[in-house]
C-alpha cells in the first residue's frame, strides 16, 4: 500500500517552540488521527503540509509528489478543513458553488449539491447566519466536492455536538471506502478518534512520541493502579508516567501484556488516548 503523505524531518523553529525533526507516513486507505496538548504542534505541521508555514528543514510528498514542484496539482487533490470556517460572511452556499467551480478544475456541484442536502444546509441563508455547526458542514461539503483523494482536518469537529460530529465522522468514514483516499485528522475528542482512526500519531512539544495503528497502542498501554509500596516494586521498564497523590499510584504503561502476567495482584485497566495523552502531559516518569 502506497503513503498518501510522507513526511521526513519536517523541522521549525518559533521563538519558544520547536518542531523537532517531524516524520510522518499516512498510508492511502486509512485514517491518522494526529493528537498532542495545545501548543504540540499539530497545526504547524499540517499548515506545513499545505505550504502556509514554510519549514526550517525536511521533505513532504503528498500523493508522490513534492508541494515545491508541483503545488497546484496537489492541491486540486487535497480538501482542507480548519477550526474556523473561512468563507465572508455575507455570501451563501450557492454563491460558493459558483465561486468554487472557477477555483477546482475538478468542482464537482451534483457531489456539492448532495453534501448541502445530507448536512441540512439551506442554498439562500448568508453564512453570518448559520450555526457554527451549519458554518463546519459547509466547509467539509466543500473539502469533499473536487473529489479529493487527501483530507487535511484541522480540529475539523472542534465545538460541534455529539449528533453533528457523528453526523461527520459518518462522511469521513464513507469517504475513506475509496482506497486510494486517505484522511490525517487532528483533534482533541480523542473518543471520536479512538472511533474512526486507524493509525494515531501523538505530538509532544514538538515532537512525535509515536505513530503506529490504534489497535497496537491501545492493546500495549494500560494504566497500573497501586499503593506506593507496590509502586516501588515496579520495575522501570514498565513505566512510561506516572501521577499519583499521597495514597495511590496510577502508572502508564506501553506493557500491558508483561504487566498483567508478572503483575497479576495489581489492578491494570486499558488506557485510552485521553489517559495516554494526560500522563505525558504530567511530564514523564518520576520514581
Ligand atoms: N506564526 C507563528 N509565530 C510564532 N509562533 C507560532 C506561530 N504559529 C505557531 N506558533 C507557536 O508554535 C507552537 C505550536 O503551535 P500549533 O498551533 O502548531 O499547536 P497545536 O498543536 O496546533 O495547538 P492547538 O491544539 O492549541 O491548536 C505554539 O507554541 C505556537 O505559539
Known sequence: ?????????????????????????????????????????????IKSIINLVHPDEGDIEILGMNMKENESAIKEQIGVVFDECHFHDSLTSLDINLFMSKIYSNWDEKIYFNYLKRFKIPEKKIIKEYSRG????????????????????????????????????????????DEEHSILMSSHITSDLEQIADYITFIHEGKIVFSDSKDNILDNYAVIKCSKADFTLIDSSYIVGTRNNSY??????NRKSDAKKNYKNLVIDSASLEDIMLFYGKGGVEK
Open 134 to 177: 451549519m458554518k463546519m458542514k459547509l466547509s467539509i461539503a466543500v473539502a469533499l466536492s473536487h473529489n479529493p483523494k487527501l483530507l487535511l482536518l484541522d480540529e475539523a469537529t472542534s465545538g460541534l455536538d455529539p449528533v453533528i460530529r457523528n453526523e461527520i465522522l459518518d462522511v469521513f468514514y464513507d469517504f475513506i471506502q
Open 248 to 253: 495511590s499510584y496510577e502508572i502508564l504503561t
Open 1 to 45: 500500500m502506497e503513503n498518501s503523505l510522507k513526511i521526513s524531518n519536517l523541522t521549525k523553529q518559533y521563538d519558544g517552540f520547536h518542531l523537532d525533526h517531524i516524520n510522518l507516513n499516512l498510508k492511502q486507505g486509512s485514517i491518522m488521527g494526529f493528537i498532542g496538548e495545545n501548543g504540540a504542534g499539530k497545526s504547524t505541521t
